[in-house]
């Protein structure tokens, strides 16, 4: 089955892309931890990140690095912090987070964001891809 990752991606369900190559995407997370939360995640559906290919792992964090810069731009912040946990989806993704303090890192008790707050934050952050 399908994860939900792979579901966006393939156009099943919705989703606000902010970047996409023929080896990721980059989309708006539905539970952001602070305004501009994205997640890079792997075309090729792959469970545990350190059974990435190194290649494909390269690439993932040069693309989060791009993101990460362009992140800072469309919300300022002290850092972009990254996390990959994995127990949620069962799909290797890469969160980036706007962070000015260690407590804008969490995983819980998330409310998830109205679809034109995503919408806004994806075309920020595509723009300042520019």
Partial sequence: MASIFTRIIQGELPGHFVREDAHCVAIMTLNPMKPGHV????????????DLPPELAAHLMQVSQTLARALKRAFPCERVGMLIVGLEVPHVHVHLV?????????????????????????????????
């Fill in 39 to 50: 997640l890079v995640i792997p075309r090729q559906e792959i469970d545990h990140w350190d």
């Fill in 98 to 130: 706007p962070i000015d303090a260690m407590q804008d890192i969490r995983v819980e008790g998330l409310d998830q964001a109205k679809a034109e707050d995503l919408a806004d934050a994806a075309a920020r952050i595509r723009a300042a891809l520019d």
